[in-house]
């Protein structure tokens, strides 16, 4: 999905909000943790490949990758999710960057925990 938040960001400057905040998700890591939320909703695995568009849980490289492009892009917050998980890229992008970054963990239960820091 390289290039859509780009994309949002120019047509918003464009609209004249330039005002207005971003928080794209730069590093979303494929879990299963999403599963019990997928069943809350009833949603079928096999509905979406989110595969597809979510970051491999190994590629850490990725997803510093992916958050360096989108704070070029414009992201005035970025987010890493699950969090549970991804402690480890939480922690690199906090030295590395000097945005805010939004840190989402799924949890067994379905509760979605937020955490900003």
């Known amino acids: ?5 780009s994309t949002v ?10 005002h207005v905040l971003t928080m794209p998700y730069c590093a979303k890591f494929a879990c299963h943790l999403y599963g019990p ?3 809350a ?3 079928a695995p096999l509905e979406s490949l989110h595969a597809t568009h979510q970051i491999n849980g190994a590629n ?3 997803a510093l990758s992916s958050i ?3 704070i070029i892009s414009g992201a005035d917050i970025v987010i890493v999710k699950p969090a549970l998980t991804s402690l480890d890229i939480i922690r690199a992008a906090r030295l590395r960057f ?11 239960c379905s509760i979605m925990h937020r955490v900003c820091l």
């Open 1 to 5: 999905m390289d290039g859509v938040f």
């Open 9 to 18: 960001r120019t047509a918003l400057d464009g609209a004249g909000f330039k």
């Open 37 to 39: 939320s997928k069943a």
């Open 41 to 43: 909703a009833r949603s």
């Open 60 to 62: 850490a490289r990725e």
């Open 68 to 70: 360096e492009a989108d």
């Open 98 to 108: 000097d945005v805010p970054i939004a840190a989402f963990s799924e949890s067994p």
